[in-house]
């Protein structure tokens, strides 16, 4: 039964690693739509933030944090990382 497994190589392993690279390849896209916000922001010589940081209260955000909530309407990538911090 190992023998054939070996053979068609499918083991354990490559599949912790095959779910790995999955979750890199996740970080790295919601990476680059961070970036891109900050890189706009920056580009433009908007500040980044406001006093109130915390998503839960009402009110504005600053300029940072509304570019994400905006983005997030579209994006499901992003929709997923602010549904693990809410």
């Keep these: 039964m190992r023998y054939e497994r070996?053979?068609?190589n499918s083991t354990v392993d490559k599949e912790y690693k095959n779910e790995l690279c999955k979750e890199a390849s996740f970080w790295k896209m919601v990476l680059q739509r961070l970036f891109d916000?900050?890189?706009t922001l920056?580009?433009?010589s908007l500040a980044f933030r406001r006093h109130r940081e915390n998503l839960n209260q009402d009110g504005y955000h600053g300029n940072f944090l509304c570019s994400v909530e905006i983005v997030v309407r579209y994006d499901h990538i992003l929709r997923?990382?602010?549904d693990m911090l809410v």
């Design 6 to 8: 070996w053979e068609k």
């Design 37 to 39: 916000i900050i890189l």
């Design 80 to 82: 997923q990382v602010l």
């Design 42 to 44: 920056s580009k433009n």
